[in-house]
Every structure is written in C-alpha cells, then in structure tokens.
C-alpha cells in the first residue's frame, strides 16, 4: 500500500533556509509575519508561549519542538515573566553569538533553536493545506538531536551542507509527522492518519488514485458506514472526501507536469480522467490555468512529451 505521508514529503521537497539560536531573558515578545515559509523551533532551555489566530495559547517547555508548515502570523513570547500585553521586542544580533531577546546581558532564561525551510514544490501550498496548521511534539529525544544536528551544519562551512541540510531537513519534517498524529484541535492528514479506519481509506486514495472513487466505496474500505465516514473524515481532515482526492490528483498532476515525464493523455489517465478535455476542465478549474500551460510556464527543460493543446 502507498505511504500519504511519504508521498507527501516527496513532493514537498524541502530545504534548508535558515537555522539559528536565540537567547532570551526578562519579559519578551516576538510577532513573526513571514507568510509563505515553514518554521519550526525546539526549547533547548526554558520555556514559552507560542500564540496563533484561532488557537488557545500554546506553552513550549524544555526539548518541546513545534513546526507550522505554512508559518502563518503567529507571536513567541517569555512565560516568566509574562510578557506585557502590545509589547514587541526587537531582536539584537551579536556577531559570532546567538540572538538576543530581551534583557541584553546575564544568563538567559530560554534558549531556542529557530529555523524556516522552505518547499520547493510548486504545488506546495496545496500539500501544506493538507498539513495541520502546527504540530508540537513533547520531549522527543530524536527530534532534539536532528535538530542540534540542522544548527551545526548550518553554522559549519563544511562541503556539501546544503545537501546534507536538505536531508537532515526531510528527516526532521518526517520525524515530526511520524510523531505529531494527535496535534492538539488541528485537522488535516496527518490527524486522518492517526485513525486506523480512515488510514485504510486514504491509503487506498494514494495507491491508486485514478481509481473513480465514491464517498461509498471508500466508507466500506474504511469499514464503516458512509454517513458515519463522511462526518469523521470531514472532521479530522477538514475537508470532504471528495474534496481531498481532487487536491490530491491535483498535487499529482502539478508533479508529472513540472517534470515532463508523461504527455498529458498519461497524466489524465494516472490522476483518474477519462479524457485530456475533462482532466483539462477539471485542472483549469482548480488551478486557475489549463495544464499545458502550467507545463510551459514550469523550470524544468522540456522533453516534448507534453503536446496536448491547452
């Protein structure tokens, strides 16, 4: 059976882009508005509170990891002290030392290592919204050292740390999902997965993705009824089932035509359509332009197999 998480993270592709310590004490509090990049961070001393629209206040502790893959507005603040409700604490940068929050000088209540990665997928934004908004993992020993592991290579001038970055980078992420199932309120597949009955269900989503689904068909995979799979699916992904095999066959079909492997009549078929007009229809729909198109408008060196009219 296929692996959604796996397959995910394959296209997602994911990078290294920035990784660094902090250092704070006193009251503090930082709003970050970096709309587009993932960001995650581990306590490696102290604790604080992380604050996002639309959730209660989250308290990060001691080897606690947090990452929110589509790092909406979200603010990181002192516990003790509290920070003063509209302060905004500007960063100080020392050169050969760590971020400073805070009080300038003295031993530092907190310690943080901060990081964005970036997706260099360009169907990324759908996959993350297939991603809780957060997930928080406690105390998890393997994360701590991957992380650690990220901070030296990004700190060291040694050869090939990009690569090595990039797959430090892949294990964290995934390290993370693997772990993450029960994040808090937060819907999405990997809150899917956690659930063994609708696991099966979005297995056979990834296996076989042209297979012409129906919201029956995959209830009784699931072996429940298809009321009752419809509501738990909705709830724990956020989305209707048929919703997500569209975003699905979507994300599919953005890969095989960035990477010009396929001429469109294969990728319809892979991605479930009967027809390139349909597959046509349903992608400009979704999308906002028609697939030949988006091929042209794709990094990727042509090979000619994509010769479809749009």
Not at 157 to 184: K, M, Y
Request: positive net charge.
């Amino acid at each position: 059976m296929s692996d959604p998480l796996a397959d995910m993270i394959s296209l997602l592709q994911p990078s290294a882009r920035h990784s660094k310590r902090v250092d704070a004490s006193g009251a503090w509090r930082v709003q970050r508005t970096e709309v587009g990049q993932a960001y995650y961070c581990m306590v490696l001393a102290g604790q604080c509170c992380l604050e996002m629209d639309g959730h209660d206040p989250i308290h990060l502790g001691d080897r606690d990891f947090v990452l929110i893959p589509a790092a909406c507005d979200f603010a990181m603040s002192s516990i003790n002290p509290p920070a003063p409700k509209g302060l905004e604490t500007r960063p100080v940068l020392q050169p050969d030392s760590p971020v400073r929050l805070g009080q300038a000088d003295g031993k530092p209540d907190v310690r943080l290592l901060i990081g964005y990665c970036h997706f260099g997928a360009p169907d990324a934004e759908l996959l993350v919204s297939l991603l809780p908004d957060f997930f928080v993992v406690r105390k998890e020993r393997r994360l701590e050292n991957l992380a650690r592991l990220v901070r030296e290579e990004a700190l060291a001038d040694r050869p090939a740390r990009n690569v090595v970055l990039d797959h430090l980078l892949q294990v964290l992420l995934i390290e993370t999902l693997r772990s993450a199932g029960e994040t808090g309120d937060s819907k999405g597949v990997v809150k899917g997965l956690s659930d063994p009955k609708l696991a099966r269900a979005l297995r056979h989503i990834h296996e076989t993705p042209q297979t012409p689904w129906t919201v029956a068909d995959l209830a009784r995979a699931a072996g429940m009824s298809r009321s009752a799979f419809f509501t738990t699916f909705n709830r724990k992904l956020g989305l209707a089932p048929m919703e997500y095999i569209l975003n699905w066959r979507m994300t599919l079909a953005k890969s095989m035509l960035r990477h010009r492997q396929h001429t469109m009549a294969e990728i319809a078929e892979k991605v479930g359509y009967g027809s390139t007009s349909a597959f046509s229809v349903a992608f400009s729909r979704k999308v906002g332009q028609p697939p030949a198109r988006f091929a042209r408008q794709q990094a990727e060196p042509a090979n000619h197999l994509i010769n479809a009219p749009a």
